[in-house]
């Protein structure tokens, strides 16, 4: 293997919806003096490099992730001054600070797109996508191709002015950039530049592998035949000019800079096709957010249905993970670590179990799981609490996110047309309380006061139901909360290269019940053994190793913390998970 070190490989990453985190001013959005408030706590939970989602003005229709001023800090969360405030709180405690780099499309409020709008001669209306009509035998006007918006209907819009169509790959008021021309990759380099010289110490770079197209724009193919418009992610995933582009940032830009930078590559479980990001010798990136596990439990197939839940197996889980881990080692292909973020719901409930007998433990199951595997790790805001998805009860109008509003709305009209007035969506609210994106976005429980004490106001949107015991301040002071627990496992990374660096070998590929796994690195070894079920179970390690030399060195029951030696033949009960190290 290539054991090359760096200090972002060794990272624990902490990711904060900026929205939901901490309101320092009562008007129930969560800003960046919130955050400022909050650095002691991330420091000593173990955090090294916090990545803020996006915190540029912006009007907010995909929460941010729709741009309309790269360089100013939208007034909801704060002024440039308190972002300088901020990376001063973060760097004094020795940690960094990451920026999320939306550049694949901007939001249509950003000057750029209403200069391209403005008309057919404007300087920038090749700055964006801009095409022809096409009609049909009927003579109606359609879009230029039959692309569908990843949150649903036509990936074009029309503009009656100048009657052309722009695309956008998510909604109509994220038009999507024209990387294909060059003063628009000038124009993401020098913005990236205003945060570097700021001080900002990364990017986490959005949709990067989409930010070049197949050219002509060609129909996809009918896929799903009931759609009007078709998945065409294979048209504009990891397109034909991107590793250029990426190079181009690289040399221009990142070179000059040790930054930690990691792509979001949707659409993608080849592990090939990501390969070259990452490579040290292409000279890229330093990591890429692969979603291969992320979507396990979305149906399979050409449509890509995220809200409906499929069950998986853990053989299923562990061939990806056992895939990914042992993938280019040797040239020095380098993974992130993460099972969740704030596009999905939360990790106990879609991994773990989050029953009340069952939650605090299998949440720490998965952060054995997490902090034992290869990687950069990325911990998601309140994944350190065991914080899980809100409750069926909930209706359609705790759903703020544009992902699940476009999709009900979308079943909803379909379903009125089909069946007049009763519509049944019962169905489809059961998706959403597994699979949507709100349930990683309800405001962070920091203690039992009302609203948690996220805020003093209104909180924008409702506060899960558990806080008044699943929150901060009853975790920090319990030595057995899923937070100290993650704290224990932390420091235990950090102290044990083998956790970081080692060679993956899963010990019983086939098992569906426990996955365990062996890390290598020189003469030490760790041993993880993970129960992913509610039932125990007696496994069998093999005699290859002689495995009463292996100490316990975090185990999530107690009780089985006292216990020294280990044999051949193992009994776990219940989600528990064990790492053992020999030295
Ligand atoms: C990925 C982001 O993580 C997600 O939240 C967003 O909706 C899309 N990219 C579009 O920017």
Redesign the pocket.
């Known amino acids: 293997m290539s054991d090359s070190r760096a200090w972002w490989k060794s990272a624990v990453v902490y990711q904060i919806y900026p929205i939901s985190f901490f309101d320092s001013n009562g008007d129930g959005i969560g800003d960046l003096n919130g955050i400022h408030a909050k650095l002691d706590y991330l420091k000593d939970l173990g955090v090294d490099v916090l990545w803020l989602?996006p915190i540029y003005r912006s009007p907010l229709a995909?929460?941010g992730?729709?741009i309309s001023d790269y360089r100013d800090i939208d007034p909801r969360y704060g002024t440039l001054s308190d972002w300088d405030n901020l990376l001063k709180g973060v760097h004094d405690r020795g940690m960094k600070l990451m920026m999320d780099l939306?550049v694949?499309?901007t939001s249509d409020e950003h000057e750029w797109f209403v200069e391209s709008k403005s008309s057919k001669e404007n300087p920038k209306r090749d700055w964006y996508v801009w095409r022809p009509p096409r009609f049909d035998a009927a003579g109606r006007r359609q879009p230029p191709n039959n692309w569908r918006s990843?949150?649903q209907g036509s990936a074009w819009d029309y503009d009656e002015a100048s009657e052309e169509y722009y695309l956008h790959?998510?909604v109509a008021k994220?038009p999507d950039l024209n990387w294909d021309n060059p003063d628009v990759r000038q124009a993401v380099w020098d913005l990236m530049n205003f945060w570097i010289d700021r001080g900002c110490d990364g990017f986490r770079m959005?949709?990067i592998n989409l930010i070049s197209k197949v050219e002509g724009l060609p129909d996809a193919p009918i896929t799903d035949p009931d759609h009007e418009f078709q998945l065409a992610s294979a048209l504009f995933a990891n397109g034909p000019r991107v590793h250029e582009y990426i190079k181009e940032m690289n040399r221009k830009v990142l070179s000059a800079h040790d930054l930690i930078t990691v792509g979001?590559t949707?659409f993608t479980h080849d592990a090939s096709q990501l390969a070259a990001y990452v490579l040290p010798t292409n000279n890229e990136l330093n990591m890429v957010f692969h979603f291969e596990l992320m979507d396990l439990d979305s149906p399979r197939g050409g449509e890509h249905k995220p809200l409906i839940h499929r069950d998986w197996k853990l053989s299923e889980f562990r061939e990806i993970i056992g895939r990914w881990q042992n993938f280019k080692r040797a040239e020095g292909f380098w993974n992130t670590t993460f099972i969740e973020?704030?596009?999905h719901s939360r990790s106990v409930s879609r991994f773990g179990n989050d029953a009340e007998k069952w939650r605090a433990l299998s949440a720490k199951m998965l952060a054995v799981l997490q902090i034992s595997l290869g990687g950069t790790q990325y911990v998601y805001q309140g994944q350190e609490l065991g914080l899980k998805n809100f409750p069926r009860s909930w209706g359609i109008e705790e759903y703020k996110d544009?992902?699940s509003q476009n999709d009900w709305n979308r079943v909803l009209k379909q379903r009125t047309e089909a069946d007049g007035k009763e519509v049944d969506m019962s169905d489809i609210l059961d998706g959403f309380q597994r699979k949507a994106?709100d349930h990683a976005r309800t405001p962070m429980q920091w203690d039992a006061t009302v609203h948690a004490g996220f805020t003093t106001g209104e909180p924008w949107m409702r506060v899960n139901d558990d806080y008044k015991t699943w929150n901060v301040s009853a975790q920090v002071q319990d030595s057995d909360s899923v937070h100290s627990f993650w704290k224990e496992a932390l420091t235990i990374r950090k102290a044990n290269d083998v956790l970081i660096y080692g060679d993956f070998v899963d010990l019983c590929p086939k098992h569906e019940q426990v996955f365990a796994y062996t890390r290598t690195l020189g003469n030490a070894t760790a041993l993880v053994l993970l129960n992913f079920t509610e039932d125990e179970v007696t496994l069998s390690l093999g005699s290859e190793q002689d495995w009463s030399t292996f100490q316990l060195v975090l185990v999530n029951l107690d009780a089985e913390r006292q216990k020294v030696g280990l044999s051949e033949v193992v009994l776990l009960k219940g989600f528990e998970g064990r790492l053992f190290l020999k030295a």
Do not use: C, T, W
């Open positions: 989602s995909d929460m992730y729709d939306v694949n499309h990843v949150f790959l998510y994220q959005d949709v979001e949707p973020n704030h596009d544009v992902a994106r």
